[in-house]
Each structure stands twice: as C-alpha cells, then as structure tokens.
C-alpha cells in the first residue's frame, strides 16, 4: 500500500499546492489539460491497485469518475471549483498515504461521487456514509432528490459539511440533468449501482425530495413500487393515475400551505386520493409555510418517521438523532 500510495502522490505533483488553494481566497488557477493528465494516470493507478475490499474499490471507482469528469467541465477555470477538486484529491492521496481507511478519513464530509453507465453517460451524486462501516451489516438507504436549482449543480468535496445525524444509514442525493423531470432510467441503474457496491438493505430503501425532486419521488415510486419502503415528497405535484401502484407504500406528504409556485391542491389531493384507494399516507401540512420549508425540521422529521415504519425486528438503533419531541418547530412568519 505504501509503493502504491507514492506512485500516486508522483504522479500528482501538483497536490503540493492544496493548502494555499483550501485557505487563500487569491489562489491561482489550474492548469486544466495537466489537472486532467494527472487525474488520469491517478485513476489507472487505483484501478489497477486500489485495495481489494469491493466497498472501498466501488467508492474510490465513483471518485475517480467524477473528478475525471469534473476536471473536463468548461468552467472548471473557475478558482471555486477548482480549488474544490484538488481539495477533494488531495485529501484521497493523503488518506492513502498515511494508510488511513478513505472512508473513515472523510467523516463529516459530503462525497462528490459519479457512476459511468458507459463511456459517455453516467450520473453525478454525493453521498454521506454511516458513522461506521461493517460490510456483514446491511444499512438503509435514504435516496433524497433535489429540486430544480440542483439542475446540472456541479458538486464540490465539502470538508467539514453537516455531518449525517442518523448515523447508521446512507444518505445519496443524486444530480439530475434534466430540466423540467427525471431520468428513471437513470436512477435506476444508480440504485441498482449502489446496491451492489454497498452493504445496502434492500427491505429498507426510501425515497424523499423537494419540489422536482417531490415529483421525482411520485414518479419513480409509480414506476418501481416495490423498491422503496417508504417515500416522502416535499412540496411536489402529481395526477392520480397511477396512484394504485402505490397502496402498500407508506407516503409521508409535506407541504406548505402558503406555497405560491406549487398549489398545495397537487401534491395533497392526489395523496388523499391514495389514502382512499387504501393507501397507508399520513400528512403534514404547515401553515405558515410556503414552498421552501424549514430545515433541519423537514429532513429530520422524514428519515425518523423512514426509520420508524419498518417492522420492528428490522428497526435499527437511532443515535446522534433527534428525538421528535425535539424537532424545533416551524418558525412563525409575521
């Protein structure tokens, strides 16, 4: 490990520079073309020696591709992005170089991640891993869908981001490409990805999103019913077709009542349509809210009420969570 974790510092000469580029606002900027050759004789390196256990190997595949990719987007000049790519390597080559698990080396950071379907498509996601990481266990997945101002959002390594409050369960926020709906296709073969790579749960997958996001969770939920045990959408819309497919899902419905871009109406009717088809949805509608609701409220209070669904001798120990009773409450607007 050692001769391996030198060959990639060699071959990344410019990692040298990551403290001024992390801590100074005037850094210079990347030599694209060289970023680009480095990152590339990088990912040969791991991919040819990276370590034998397949968590590691799928996760340290998934950041290769997504700086390769990231490294080749025409506004990487920008100092921002670059300066958060090289962050981002540098923190991989100095895990590995000091023998340290890459995964326990990011704790209380978000993963910038991408899975290549082919030489020309894949998808971008980032990723928060458990507190602890025990590939004979199987963890639940909370699949979070983001709305339309994470279209195409390029992703950054995040050092130090909100750490994940529950802390044995993955967290992935997949990037859409789309503008105005989601690939299934693609999400598809995201979650078929990390299902294979990771010690993943599949009686315990669950699906949540905001706005677009919420639309994506009607419409993948109506597509594939039985890969999720749960789905949560915010602030979304949908029509009643379809509904039926729904019925053994539990559905946790939030919106605001004051929202003035998505009318409350197409996101609850149809849920209580489904609750009269026999359908297991509960609803939280707050008042003085409208289309961007309060956080951390609103993701807390959906991934416990994820956790608490399931049947009990599935359920997990929460810790580092919240208990309901203290969820801050919504904040009063005048």
Known sequence: MARICKNLLSGI?????????????????????RLIGDLEIASQKLHSNAPADAIHQALLNDTMNWLLEDSRSPDFVLREKSSSTISY????????????DFIDASKNCTLPMRHNFSATEGIDYQIRMPATLDSQKAYPLVIDLPGLGWTQRPLGFHRGARQNPFSQIFVVMPINDLPWSWDIRKLEGL??????????DKDRV????????????????????????????WSAWTENKGLEKLVAIPT?????????????DWN???????????????????????????????????ILWFLEIVAPENRIQISHAP????????????
Not at 252 to 264: E, F, K, R, S, T
Request: hydrophobic share 35%; net charge positive.
């Open 206 to 233: 669950f699906l949540m999103g905001h706005s677009l996001g919420g639309n994506g969770v009607w419409e993948w939920a109506k597509r594939h019913p039985d890969h999720f045990a749960g789905i949560s959408p």
């Open 191 to 200: 979650l078929t990805h990390l299902q294979e790579s990771l010690p993943i």
């Open 13 to 33: 000469g410019w990692l040298a520079i990551t403290i001024n580029l992390v801590t100074c606002s005037t850094s210079p900027l990347v030599d694209q073309s």
């Open 268 to 302: 609850l009717l149809p849920a209580k349509r489904l609750s009269k088809i026999g359908g297991r949805v509960t609803y939280d509608i707050l008042n003085k809210e409208g289309h961007y609701l309060p956080q951390p409220y609103t993701y807390h209070r959906t």
């Open 252 to 264: 946790l419905v939030i919106h605001g009542a004051n929202d003035p871009i998505i009318n409350p």
């Open 323 to 334: 208990n309901e009773s203290t969820f801050p409450s919504p904040p009063k607007r005048s």
């Open 89 to 100: 390597a540098a923190t991989i080559a100095r895990s590995l170089t000091n023998g340290q």
